[in-house]
């Protein structure tokens, strides 16, 4: 069974604190991804990876940065946590696809509840 | 951004009745695939639905097939024969372009903002 497991189901953080959000999947996929989800708004794309130690930035990385030192592990980071912040985050993996057409699809962990007090 | 729009918010539909989501989609790109995916109230993201911008056919999956048009740039979602187990959240998606410019495996989902579907008994 394939399986995409974030470390928390629930955190409160307070302001200012740095926040680590770990990830971590057992399929040997290339890709991964960090995806915020707020109401009415959908998931978005933060940042990206394709590979070990590289990264991509997606439409909000903003107060976020990220770490892949091992292909199956990637972490996202809050380097200075603010209420804004306050969201469901989801992490995703997949293969590499060969095209825009590929119908690889997404593997999604089952999200970290982030609340900043 | 390449959009990806779902106009409605919320759905109503009686159990055993079909049911279609909508969702249309921005993009210059001439190869793309589209994706649907449901979101039940434990938040996991279950993958339900796939289409290629080249495949002739509407992808159909059991209960699920997509109505695709690809001159109107929609992609809709039906269920049919809805289930109270049909109640969720239900995200339309498409691989972006390449962010890195090239066509390699470098693609992430674009995402629209979902709809809320409520099966009623």
């Known amino acids: 069974d394939v399986k995409v497991t974030q470390s928390s189901r629930y955190l409160v953080k307070r302001t200012g604190e740095k926040v680590f959000l770990e990830c971590v999947q057992d399929?040997?996929?290339?890709?991964m991804f960090w995806y915020r989800q707020d109401p009415g708004l959908g998931l978005r794309l933060i940042y990206f990876s394709y590979d070990v130690k590289m990264k991509e930035k997606g439409d909000i990385p903003e107060g976020y940065s990220v770490s892949r030192e091992k292909k199956e592990r990637f972490s996202l980071i809050l380097e200075s946590a603010s209420t804004n912040q306050t969201s469901m985050y989801l992490c995703a993996s997949s293969l590499v696809t060969g095209g825009a057409g590929s119908s690889t699809e997404a593997f999604f962990g089952q999200g970290t509840r982030l609340t900043v007090v | 951004a390449q959009k990806i729009t779902q106009t409605q918010p919320g759905m109503f539909v009686q159990e055993k009745e079909a049911v279609t989501l909508d969702c249309t989609y921005d993009?210059?790109?001439?190869?793309?695939?589209l994706f649907w995916y449901k979101q039940p109230s434990s938040g996991e993201m279950i993958f339900l639905i796939y289409?290629?911008?080249?495949?002739?056919q509407n992808a159909t999956e059991g209960r699920y097939s997509l109505n695709f048009q690809k001159a109107r740039k929609s992609a809709n979602l039906v269920i049919s024969a809805s289930q109270l187990g049909d109640s969720a959240m239900y995200f339309c998606a498409r691989l972006t372009a390449a962010l890195l410019g090239a066509d390699t495996g470098r693609r992430a989902l674009t995402f629209g903002s979902g709809t809320r579907l409520q099966v009623q008994p």
């Open positions: 399929m040997d996929h290339e890709n």
């Open positions: 289409q290629g911008s080249y495949d002739e």
């Open positions: 993009t210059s790109d001439q190869s793309y695939g």
